[in-house]
C-alpha cells in the first residue's frame, strides 16, 4: 500500500515537473498575438499600426500590416535583447526601428527611431458567442 502511493506520488510530481517546463515562457513568446502599435507625434501626426508576432522554428517572426495598402508584410527583424523587444521594417521609404519594453502582460512602451513615443498593446482576440 505505502509502495503504490509513493509510486502515485512520485509520479504526479514529475507529471507537474514536466507540465511546468513544457508552458514556461521565454521573453520572445511574450510578444506572440497581434499588437496594436501607438506612435505619438510623427510628422504625419499621430500613427496606430497593426503589428503580429510568432514564433516558428524557433525564431521570433514579426509582421506588419502596411497603411496603404493594408496588407500584411513580414519584418525585416523581429528579436529580444537586452530586455528590450526591437522590430524594424521599410515602409514608405522610411527605414524604421521601434524599441520596446515590457510595461505589463498586455503592453509596451518605447520609442520609434529615439523620437518619438511609442505605445503598444495587446489586441484581445474576440471569443464567438452561439
Given at each position: 500500500?505505502?509502495?503504490?502511493?509513493?509510486?502515485?506520488?512520485?509520479?504526479l510530481?514529475?507529471?507537474?515537473?514536466?507540465?511546468?517546463?513544457?508552458?514556461?515562457?521565454?521573453?520572445?513568446?511574450?510578444?506572440?498575438?497581434?499588437?496594436?502599435?501607438?506612435?505619438?507625434?510623427?510628422?504625419?501626426?499621430?500613427?496606430t499600426?497593426?503589428?503580429?508576432?510568432?514564433?516558428?522554428?524557433g525564431?521570433?517572426?514579426?509582421?506588419?500590416?502596411?497603411?496603404?495598402?493594408?496588407?500584411?508584410?513580414?519584418?525585416?527583424?523581429?528579436?529580444?535583447?537586452?530586455?528590450?523587444?526591437?522590430?524594424?521594417?521599410?515602409?514608405?521609404?522610411?527605414?524604421?526601428?521601434?524599441?520596446?519594453?515590457?510595461?505589463?502582460?498586455?503592453?509596451?512602451?518605447?520609442?520609434?527611431?529615439?523620437?518619438?513615443?511609442?505605445?503598444?498593446?495587446?489586441?484581445?482576440?474576440?471569443?464567438?458567442?452561439?
Amino acid at each position: 500500500m505505502m509502495k503504490t502511493f509513493l509510486t502515485l506520488l512520485f509520479a504526479l510530481v514529475f507529471s507537474v515537473a514536466g507540465l511546468q517546463a513544457q508552458t514556461s515562457s521565454t521573453p520572445e513568446s511574450f510578444l506572440t498575438g497581434k499588437w496594436s502599435v501607438f506612435v505619438k507625434g510623427t510628422p504625419q501626426g499621430d500613427v496606430t499600426l497593426p503589428v503580429r508576432f510568432e514564433i516558428k522554428e524557433g525564431k521570433l517572426k514579426g509582421f506588419y500590416t502596411d497603411l496603404e495598402s493594408k496588407e500584411e508584410k513580414a519584418m525585416d527583424t523581429a528579436y529580444y535583447e537586452n530586455e528590450k523587444y526591437v522590430m524594424g521594417f521599410l515602409i514608405s521609404g522610411y527605414d524604421l526601428k521601434f524599441v520596446m519594453s515590457k510595461k505589463s502582460d498586455d503592453s509596451m512602451t518605447g520609442s520609434l527611431m529615439d523620437m518619438f513615443d511609442v505605445e503598444a498593446t495587446r489586441v484581445k482576440e474576440e471569443k464567438e458567442t452561439k
